[in-house]
């Protein structure tokens, strides 16, 4: 099984400022990666397919890169509502999937 | 537009089964993956499996091989994710959702969730 790791768990950041989120894969992936933005009480929300395609109606602000076994999300400007967890997902090794452990988003 | 729908949340023994169900619209009900994904309360995503609504293949997590059953009705553009032998650790919320036209690995559309409570 291919395990994703992000880090950090828990990330404060300032509205206006740039958040880096990341998350690795135990195994390359290639660029079979995406990544999920999830607000409490809600289903999780498809940020980025391919590690760094936009999903449609997602802002600019929200960009992804990386391949192999490396990636980063990253949301240039904070707006109050980024604030959430954020999932990476690999299905490079289908038909099996996995999620990471999230990164908690916060406010500083 | 496309949605998935979920049925009600539902609490049970342990030791019992549960069986949830996830209406599709707004889509071609063939044309997509359909996953099931649940999350326990303050944790994190966990893949359960899927299924190929065209011909009902199916894939599962090592995890849950030997207790989940997904199943479809073509008719109703339906699936159906049964657990068996349920303990207080399936206490989550169970989400259905289905991939994407652009990226068959992606999940695009998310079903509200069904709350599942497992208690002795």
């Known amino acids: 099984e291919i395990v994703m790791t992000q880090s950090p768990a828990t990330l404060s950041v300032s509205p206006g400022e740039r958040a880096t989120l990341s998350c690795r894969a135990s195994?390359?992936?290639?660029?079979?990666l995406a990544w999920y933005q999830q607000k409490p009480g809600q289903a999780p929300r498809l940020l980025i397919y391919?590690?760094?395609t936009r999903a449609t109606g997602i802002p600019a602000r929200f960009s992804g890169s990386g391949s192999g076994t490396e990636f980063t999300l990253t949301i240039s400007s904070l707006q109050s509502e980024d604030f959430a967890v954020y999932y990476c997902q690999q299905y490079n090794n289908w038909p099996l999937i996995t999620f990471g452990q999230g990164t908690r988003l916060e406010i500083k | 537009q496309m949605q998935l729908v979920q049925s009600g949340a539902e609490v049970k023994k342990t030791g019992s089964s549960v069986k949830v169900s996830c209406k599709a619209s707004?889509?071609?009900?063939?044309?997509?993956?359909l996953h099931w994904v649940r999350q326990a309360p303050g944790q994190a995503l966990e893949w359960m499996g899927w299924?190929?609504?065209?011909?009902?293949?199916?894939n599962y997590a090592q995890k849950f091989q030997d207790r989940v059953t997904i199943t479809r009705d073509r008719s109703m553009s339906t699936s159906y994710m049964e657990l068996s032998s349920l303990r207080s650790e399936d206490t989550a919320m169970y989400y259905c959702?289905?991939?994407?036209?652009?990226?068959?690995?992606?999940?695009?559309?998310w079903g509200q969730g069904t709350m599942v409570t497992v208690s002795s």
């Open positions: 299924i190929t609504p065209f011909n009902g293949d199916t």
């Open positions: 959702a289905c991939t994407s036209s652009a990226d068959e690995g992606a999940f695009d559309i």
């Open positions: 707004g889509y071609t009900f063939t044309y997509r993956y």
């Open positions: 391919g590690a760094s």
């Open positions: 195994q390359s992936v290639s660029s079979n």
